[in-house]
């Protein structure tokens, strides 16, 4: 009678009460030689009056018990050898493991007794496990040294990768080995990690999807050079990096969209500005920096770069700082206010090409230069009211000078220096400029200037003075013509 041996894992772990132990055990749907009659049921365990419902257990005794469908059949068996120890738990395992989705509890197996020739023989037709004596060896056993190629790792996600060993087989997990963008091992590009605005660099652009998984609604691709702003970028179930994109160039992203953040797809943005200037005051300009991809924009002041009368970036005319007189040149005119300041009250506006005389110019807080102004062409101004020094509506003034003369004597006369525009007069004195005895200025007569004999002419007559002074002296007598 051939012993046969199948193992079931839950009554390995169970004592019987009998001095043999067990050598064959039968479980699912074990193969049974076609000599044998085996219903794989039920059994009662007489020893300790316990019922069991695992199968048919064969003992290294006289008899094998079977339930009462055997009807009290009794198989007599060779004469069992002695009692060897049986292989533990987990050196049986995994014969387990192998035969257990074999086996259907309750099923009636009929079987023949096996051939003495056929012993040992193992065939996928029987699949009977031979008995195997386990024998414990005085040597342990050797523990695998592993090793690994260029072929056993494997991308597993953005966090880890496999490894196998080349000798035994082992797989297991273990972090990436980040050099530079990419693990030394597998060869995954390091992910990003943060929120930011990035680049599409992969050339059939990159997927967007509805969720945090490329097993969720794609929504979209966005086309290679674009760029996409991402916010919440974390690490996802799968193990990869995913990030919610609320921008896609220069438009806000409606639907929810998630990207994965592959460094082999993305990259970094980098701007592509455009540069705007406008007048802040007459001491500094807002420049405006906008990139075309993103829509980012910054917006910083400086102070101008006068060329000639204008700023060379934001065109601004240069204003004048000083006081003095000035000439309206827009064509407009010049509005003068109340105060320092534009939305204050408009008080008139002065015409082209009148002069304006002004006072206390300074820069206010808004950045501007203001004057006060005192004089209206040659009409001063009573109210207080006020100018912006601006030099694309006012220039310094030129005087259009009229002159009067007036003799003073007869070596000197004086001159009146009067400008029609403004009201700015002075006087000045000079030597006649006599032409045949008679001053081209003020008409003054040239005098004799030799002793000798001389004839009245004047109808008037002429006065005579005790000293050589001028005529408002104390005249002696008056000589007739």
Not at 81 to 88: G, K, N, V, W
Not at 261 to 290: D, I, P, R, W
Not at 328 to 334: D, E, F, K, L, R
Request: glycine share 6%; net charge negative; aromatic share 8%.
């Amino acid at each position: 009678m051939q012993k046969i041996k199948v193992v079931l894992e839950a009554l390995l772990s169970f004592t019987m009460g009998i001095n043999l132990p067990p050598i064959e055990i039968f479980a699912e749907e074990a193969k049974i030689p076609e000599d044998y009659s085996v219903f794989a049921e039920h059994v009662h365990d007489e020893h300790c009056n316990h019922e069991h419902d695992y199968g048919l257990i064969l003992w290294q005794d006289d008899h094998i018990h079977l339930n009462e469908s055997t009807e009290d059949k009794m198989i007599e068996q060779e004469e069992a050898p002695e009692a060897t120890e049986l292989p533990s738990l987990d050196e049986e395992s995994e014969v387990f493991s192998e035969l257990s989705d074999e086996f259907t509890i309750g099923e009636q197996i009929e079987t023949k007794e096996l051939p003495e020739e056929s012993e040992n023989q193992n065939t996928e037709e029987d699949a009977i496990i031979q008995e195997t004596d386990f024998t414990e060896s005085s040597e342990p056993m050797a523990t695998c040294s592993h090793t690994y190629s260029a072929s056993s790792y494997t991308v597993l996600n953005h966090t880890q990768h496999t490894k196998k060993c080349t000798k035994c087989g082992t797989v297991t997990k273990e972090n990436h080995n980040w050099s530079g963008d990419k693990c030394s091992n597998c060869g995954c590009y390091k992910p990003f990690t943060s929120n930011g605005t990035y680049d599409v660099i992969a050339s059939s652009g990159v997927q967007l999807y509805s969720g945090n998984s490329s097993g969720t609604t794609k929504v979209k691709v966005v086309p290679k050079d674009t760029a996409i702003t991402v916010t919440n970028v974390a690490t996802a179930s799968s193990g990869y990096y995913w990030g919610k994109v609320t921008k896609v160039g220069t438009s806000t992203q409606s639907s929810e969209a998630y990207v994965c953040m592959k460094s082999s797809e993305l990259k970094v943005h980098s701007h592509s500005n455009t540069t705007s200037y406008e007048a802040a005051g007459h001491t500094q300009h807002t420049k405006t920096t906008t990139c075309t991809k993103c829509g980012a924009t910054s917006t910083v002041k400086e102070n101008h770069n006068w060329s000639g009368d204008k700023c060379s970036n934001c065109g601004c005319y240069k204003p004048f700082t000083s006081n003095g007189t000035y000439d309206v040149t827009a064509s407009a005119g010049v509005p003068l206010y109340s105060d320092k300041r534009e939305n204050s009250t408009l008080v008139r506006t002065v015409p082209k090409d009148t002069a304006i005389t002004v006072t206390d110019v300074a820069a206010t807080n808004s950045g501007y230069y203001w004057g006060k102004v005192t004089k209206i062409g040659t009409a001063s101004q009573t109210s207080p009211v006020y100018v912006c020094m601006r030099s694309s509506t006012l220039k310094t003034h030129t005087h259009n000078h009229e002159f009067s003369y007036n003799t003073k004597n007869n070596i000197l006369h004086t001159i009146k220096i009067t400008c029609p525009a403004c009201g700015e007069t002075s006087t000045e004195t000079e030597p006649h400029n006599f032409n045949n005895g008679v001053c081209t200025k003020c008409s003054a007569w040239e005098p004799y200037k030799v002793n000798g004999g001389y004839v009245v002419v004047n109808e008037k007559g002429i006065s005579t003075y005790p000293e050589n002074k001028e005529e408002h002296g104390k005249e002696i007598r008056a000589l007739p013509k």
